[in-house]
């Protein structure tokens, strides 16, 4: 399997690139609006072919490209079942892998960030969206969460994976890549070292973050797969303008 994986600094979002060498498809997990041109030159310089772009939830921190790669390369929309897009071209359930040549994704539902929030396990990797992050998780407090819900999904889908499984997260804020399902079980703050439910409960609700500067404008336009809103304010036009720079992170 071709992968890579990459940055996008604003939101410091990981995008997953995975591609089959056998048939020269590829598929970008959480593509990121101002990346598009970055990770569109990736694939086509490693001689691929965009089929889909896969969302692991509807984001309040970006808005995704998939509608604008969709209309550069004509590849499909790939997002939870459960989120009922009109713009999604293939629904994700759990138990239905996509499956790209060689490349299955298997789908885990692992709602608490959000209620469709969903985790892809292909081969030795999972991509964990926001559910676990490297000694972290995703907040709970807004867009449906739930603190107990996210717990028992990381522990009941995540957690009981081997313990080499290498966990590839939806963001890091600190230049962490990755890390395994071991670690997380063992040392994450919040989800781990024997954390009981009603541990993690007290921690999410003492968090006290502040309301997402982006969530207003991020949640309508990834409602429909990825389209900007016409009134931004200009203090917020870099999240759809393109990136100035390329870190290949």
Known sequence: MI?????EPLSSTYTY???CPETGEALLIDPVLPAWERDLGLIRALGLR?????????HADHITAAQR???ETHSRIAVAARENLACCDLPVREGQ???LGSVVLEPRHTPGHTPGHMAYVVGDKVFTGDALLIDG???TDFQGGDAAT????????????PDDQL?????????RRVSTIAQERRRNPRLGAGRTEEEFLAIMAELRLPYPQFIDYALPGNSACGACPPELPAHLQQYCAQMRESPQG
């Open 97 to 99: 892998p996509l499956t």
């Open 69 to 71: 790669l969709s209309r």
């Open 167 to 175: 966990v590839y997260p939806g963001h890091d804020y600190h230049d």
């Open 50 to 58: 965009l089929a889909y772009t896969v969302e692991t939830h509807l």
């Open 137 to 139: 998780c995703g907040r």
């Open 17 to 19: 690139l995975l591609g």
């Open 3 to 7: 992968f890579r994986q990459l940055m």
């Open 150 to 161: 996210l717990y028992r999904s990381v522990h009941g889908q995540l957690f009981s994976l």
